[in-house]
């Protein structure tokens, strides 16, 4: 499935999941000054999660691994390792230096600034 944004939308550029490859869940929120993403990817640790940027597709690739301690052995399994994907289309060109990512309680929160040529400015009348 293709998408677009624009400064108060966003969707999935593709789905793109799998058995073992999911899309996570995730919120777009935005104003006239950045985007704000969060997306929910539970048990991936911040070395984990891999962004990139490139022609205004913004791609979030996470790995959560489940490994058994050393001296023990797995008795009981639910959770096993994950991918979680999302590639979104950004309509307007984002400030990619000045990007944050932060990752807290399984919540990645990224806040992605609009370009100064992409805000919407007002042309007055003479």
Not at 87 to 99: A, G, Q, W, Y
């Amino acid at each position: 499935m293709n998408t677009t944004c624009s400064p108060r939308t966003c969707a999935p550029a593709t789905s793109g999941v799998t058995e073992s490859l999911r899309k996570p869940l995730y919120n777009v929120n935005g104003n006239a000054e950045a985007y704000e993403v969060r997306i929910e990817m539970p048990g991936v640790p911040k070395n984990g999660v891999k962004l990139d940027l490139e022609d205004n597709i913004l791609t979030v690739r996470g790995e959560r691994n489940t490994t058994v301690p050393e001296g023990m052995k797995a008795l009981h399994r639910e959770l096993s390792p994950l991918s979680y994907l999302l590639r979104l289309r950004l309509n307007t060109p984002v400030e990619e230096d000045k990007m944050t990512a932060k990752l807290e309680d399984g919540v990645l929160t990224l806040r992605l600034p609009l370009k100064e040529v992409a805000k919407p400015r007002q042309i007055p009348v003479l």
